[in-house]
Structures are given as structure tokens and as C-alpha cells.
């Protein structure tokens, strides 16, 4: 038997993003409200709320302030348990994020922490007195910018740790009151009826309990991003932090049928570990998709590979795009994310489709006076700005997308594709890229051996990837172009025959593979095996 994280399909909401509901510019819980009849038409079984909490938004809400609240920004507390019922209703699960590995430095907690070397919370953060020559204590590097990961604290003369900003000091989970405070915030969220939570940074919450020295990286150029300079043995993935995943996991099992998910950006082998025996995350998230190169012999070979590693009982898990990554649309390419969605919905393991790419949304284009991401303000150069991926929902063609009101200048400008390219238009289109997701969804869901049955990968011309996902006897054959020429691959000896029951042109249904299957450029095919 299957869990509902493990049968569905996760879409993730930037709710800064995606739909204004009071004319501020800035997306908000109503306005997600408005919007789930949509998500429920598409299909999708859950939702990812990035934070919604209390933030000055000295990082767009990964700074929270207060972990038991709703930004006014976003609504109210009541605005999120309204939310919560109405997707409930929907039978559309709730999943929040948990952003544990630091707070905002406007937290009472941080507050309280730099007060005085005294205060009973001065251990709830991370402090160490200054190097002999009164510079930070260590070389740890900060993930924006490349600055120290240390700002002193001139009144109480010591140093702070924050992995990030200094607007987003890091939480000290070797302490056991914080500790207890952070898993009480998990509680309250679930018993608010909360069904999971995906973890921030979920590699970073230990660190070197010694505060070793991380070594430089030999290979690292000046062109190159400036927190790449050293090699991050000691501030990440330290022995000490899957610790940390348990404690979150014991607390989330208090409550049934909850999902942990963890952000993790490891290689294959040390993500997998994040599984633990079943006492850490249910889905450490996997991102591999979106860093290795775009290749049918890539892929194929990432996927075998993820699934020989998998621990026994681990349920896999892909993600094509996030608000921290350029929109698949864009990495790949309009025609290509087509075939993209198409392997997303195929391939074994939960998928979470980031808003947007539902409609091949591209990133969007952000004049320099524009720029908001903390990440382009101080690394600028590096094309490492997260705000074109962050742009308003396309949602029609009429002023602002539909995303707020006509007169009101939304937060961030809306893409330029909008007018043609947005959710109402492609609703009326059959063969749009919304129609071909939809579609994707409900075969999904409609046979278990897409979201529940074996894989096993077939060789294949070069271009070409050719998989197999079965169940009970049920088999079926997917067939994917990873470029822009025809390919003509043999069927699998295993497969003599197969009839097509979606394609990402929408318009192969019911033809009959035998022998061989021609795959037009940028294609993807889904049969039946006979
Ligand atoms: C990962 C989040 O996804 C990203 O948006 C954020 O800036 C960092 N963690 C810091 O919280």
C-alpha cells in the first residue's frame, strides 16, 4: 500500500507570487484560496507553501521572525486554517516550509540572544569570540556573497554565525531548549492540520562542533561564484547532521501520515543517506534533474543510479524546478519542456511541478533597477538571481496576467510572454502545454503502474531514453527525445508491441508501435505495452 506523498504529485506555490487577492501587488493565502479549484482541475494531489510566516523579507520569507504566525502580507492565521479546510476539501494536501536552519535576526529569540552574553537565550544562536587578531573565528563563508558567515556583535563582542545573511542568523540545535522550541513548531503546525513540511537547507543544521577551518578549493577561479572558494566539509553534511533529521522525523511521526521532505543539495550517494532506516527524511529531495546536463544518456544514467542507491523501503522522489532555480522552460527550452513534464510524470517517484511550469512558463526578464534577490545584489555577475523565476503566475492576457489588479504594479514585473503564453489561453488550447500536463496527471493517476509500479531503463539510441514502468503485468513503455532531430529507436526486446496513449504533440493516441518507434523532434511518447 502507497501513501498519498508517494502516489501524488507535490506543486509547489511561491505565495509571493501567485495570485493578489487585496490589490497590494504581493500574492497572498486568499489568494491562493481563489485558486484552487484550478490546481484541483489540473490534478495535483498536494501543496507546497513556501514560508508564509512573519519576515522582514530580508530573503523573501526565509527569514522568519516568527514561526506560530502569518505575514499581514500573506493574511492571517485564521486566512491559513481557512486555506488549510478549503484544500482539505479539495482533497488537496497542505505542506509547509520549516525553515529551521536559521531564523530572521528580528526574531524575539535573536533578539533576546544578542541582549547579553547572559541571556538564557544567548545558546539558542551560534556565538564565538573573535580570532586573536579580532577577525571572524573561522574561514566559514556566507552563501550570499561570499562575505564571512560571522558579523560581530559589537555591544556584546562576539561573533554570530549565519550560513546566509546577516539578516538570518543560524539556530543552535545543540541546544536542547531550542531544540524543544523549534519541534513545538512542528506540532503546532500539525495540529493545525498541516500534512508536511519541507525542510530549508536541510544539510546545513549541524555544524563542525570544533568550527574547523573549511579548506580551499584548488580549482576555484575568480569568475567563479565567490562562496565556491572553499571546499564545505565542515559546514555541511557533517556526521552530526542526520542527527538533526531525526529529531524532525520523531516528531512527525506523532502524527499519521504526515511527509518530511528535506532540501538537499548532495551527490546521489550522500543524499540517499538522508533516508536513514526510515527514521529521517521520507523524500530527500532530489534536484538532479536540474543540475546535470540535458541528455538522454545522462538522465538514463542518473535515474539507474538513483535507483541502485535508493536504501530498501526509500520511495524516490524528482524535481524539475524551484524558486531558486532558472524555470526548466528556460534551461531547456519551450519544445524540450514538454518532454521534460512528460519525464517528470513518468519517471518512478513522487514529482513536484514548480507553479508555472504547468504552462511552460520561462523565466521571466528583470530590468536591473528591478533586481530584489539578496543572492544577484551581492554576487552580481554570476547569473545566480532567483528573481526570473520568481515572476507573477500567467494566469490570462489581460493586464498584470490576472495576477493582480490592472492598476497595480505586482512586485515583481510579469514575464513578457503573457499575453499569449498564460493558463487561460492554453485551457481553450487542446494540444497546449497545460492540456499535455493535465493530461500527464490523470494517466498518472489513473494507472498504478505509473505511480506505483517497477522501473527499469531500456538501451537506446543516442538521444533517446527508453524506460519501462510496471506492475501486476501492466506494462508501459516511455519513449523520450532529448533533442531537436527525429530518432528512430528499435522497441526493446522485451516489447513487441505498444500502443501510444499520450505523446507531448497530443496527437499520436491509439497508433501502434511495432518493431521500432520514430520519435519526432522534442517528443515523448507513453504506450501501453500489448
Ligand atoms: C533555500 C531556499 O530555497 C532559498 O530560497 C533560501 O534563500 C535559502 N534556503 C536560505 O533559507
Avoid at 322 to 333: E, I, L
Avoid at 348 to 354: D, L, N, S, V
Avoid at 374 to 393: A, I, Y
Amino acid at each position: 500500500m502507497t501513501l498519498w506523498w508517494q502516489r501524488g504529485i507535490i506543486y509547489q506555490i511561491y505565495p509571493r507570487s501567485f495570485q493578489d487577492s487585496n490589490g497590494d501587488g504581493v500574492g497572498d493565502l486568499p489568494g491562493i484560496i481563489q485558486r484552487l479549484d484550478y490546481l484541483q482541475w489540473l490534478g495535483v494531489d498536494a501543496i507546497w507553501l513556501s514560508p508564509t510566516y512573519p519576515s522582514p523579507m530580508a530573503d523573501f520569507g526565509y527569514d522568519v521572525s516568527d514561526y506560530v504566525g502569518v505575514n499581514p502580507l500573506f493574511g492571517t492565521l485564521a486566512d491559513m486554517d481557512w486555506l488549510i479546510g478549503e484544500a482539505h476539501a479539495r482533497d488537496l494536501k497542505v505542506i509547509v516550509d520549516y525553515v529551521g536552519n536559521h531564523s530572521s535576526d528580528q526574531h524575539v529569540w535573536f533578539q533576546e540572544s544578542r541582549a547579553s552574553r547572559n541571556n538564557p537565550r544567548r545558546d539558542w544562536y551560534i556565538w564565538r569570540d573573535p580570532a586573536p587578531d579580532g577577525g571572524p573565528p573561522n574561514n566559514w563563508l556566507s552563501r550570499f556573497g561570499g562575505g564571512p558567515a560571522w558579523t560581530l556583535d559589537e555591544a556584546t563582542g562576539q561573533y554570530y554565525l549565519h550560513s546566509f545573511l546577516p539578516e538570518q542568523p543560524d539556530l543552535n540545535w545543540r541546544n536542547p531548549a531550542l531544540r524543544e522550541a523549534m519541534l513545538d513548531v512542528l506540532r503546532f503546525w500539525m495540529k493545525r492540520g498541516v500534512d508536511g513540511f519541507r525542510v530549508d537547507v536541510a544539510h546545513r543544521f549541524m555544524k563542525d562542533a570544533q568550527f574547523r577551518d573549511n579548506p580551499l578549493r584548488p580549482a576555484w577561479r575568480e569568475d567563479m561564484p565567490p562562496y565556491s572558494r572553499l571546499v564545505e566539509v565542515y559546514t555541511k553534511n557533517t556526521p552530526d547532521n542526520l542527527e538533526a533529521n531525526r529529531w524532525l522525523r520523531a516528531v512527525v511521526d506523532e502524527y499519521p501520515e504526515r511527509v518530511l521532505i528535506g532540501e538537499l543539495f548532495l551527490p546521489l550517494r550522500e543524499m540517499v543517506a538522508y533516508y536513514g532506516e526510515g527514521d529521517q527524511y521520507h523524500l530527500p529531495f532530489n534536484f538532479h534533474l536540474i543540475f546535470s546536463p540535458w541528455r538522454a544518456d545522462v538522465t538514463r544514467a542518473l535515474a539507474d543510479s538513483y535507483e541502485s542507491l535508493l536504501p530498501a523501503g526509500a520511495w524516490p522522489n524528482w524535481v524539475l524546478g524551484n524558486h531558486d532555480q532558472h524555470r526548466v522552460a528556460t534551461r531547456v527550452g519551450a519544445a524540450q519542456a514538454r518532454m521534460a513534464m512528460t519525464l517528470l510524470l513518468t519517471l518512478r517517484g513522487t514529482p513536484t511541478i514548480y507553479y508555472g511550469d504547468e504552462i511552460g512558463m520561462p523565466d521571466g526578464e528583470i530590468p536591473p533597477d528591478r533586481v530584489l534577490d539578496p543572492l544577484e545584489k551581492r554576487s552580481p555577475g554570476h547569473g545566480l538571481g532567483r528573481d526570473p523565476e520568481r515572476t507573477p503566475m500567467q494566469w490570462d492576457g489581460g493586464p498584470q496576467a490576472g495576477f493582480c489588479p490592472p492598476d497595480v504594479a505586482p512586485w515583481l514585473p510579469v514575464g513578457a510572454s503573457y499575453p499569449t503564453l498564460n493558463a487561460a489561453a492554453q485551457r481553450e488550447e487542446p494540444t497546449s502545454m497545460l492540456a499535455l500536463t493535465r493530461r500527464l496527471i490523470a494517466l498518472r493517476r489513473e494507472q498504478p503502474a505509473l505511480h506505483e509500479g517497477d522501473y527499469r531503463s531500456f538501451a537506446s539510441p543516442p538521444g533517446a531514453f527508453l524506460f519501462e514502468r510496471g506492475q501486476d503485468g501492466d506494462r508501459w513503455l516511455v519513449a523520450l527525445n532529448f533533442t531537436a532531430e527525429p530518432i528512430t529507436s528499435p522497441l526493446p526486446e522485451e516489447v513487441s508491441r505498444a500502443v501510444v496513449r499520450l505523446s507531448t504533440h497530443l496527437d499520436r493516441e491509439g497508433e501502434t508501435l511495432a518493431g521500432q518507434v520514430e520519435l519526432r523532434a522534442d517528443e515523448g511518447l507513453v504506450c501501453r505495452v500489448e
